[in-house]
């Protein structure tokens, strides 16, 4: 089952954009599977520093379900 997701003008968000939360925070968007092995989307909750200093830990992403997508605009 494929997820899709909107922002909230109404536009599909995909991988590799970057949305914008109402109050001003931004988040890329990964291309991730869900429990099922499904194609999902999602932003990353591994803090990026910690992954810079560790290299071999894995990274790991919440899914776009978790959040109100309609809070969410795509930044062009």
Do not use: Q
């Amino acid at each position: 089952m494929k997820h899709t997701y909107h922002d909230k003008h109404g536009r599909e968000i995909f991988a590799g954009m970057t949305i914008r939360h109402d109050n001003g925070d931004t988040e890329k968007v990964y291309a991730t599977t869900d429990a099922f092995g499904d194609d999902d989307l999602g932003v990353m909750a591994t803090n990026p520093a910690y992954a810079a200093r560790h290299p071999d830990c894995d990274i790991e992403y919440y899914s776009l379900s978790n959040f109100r997508t309609g809070e969410w605009e795509i930044i062009e």
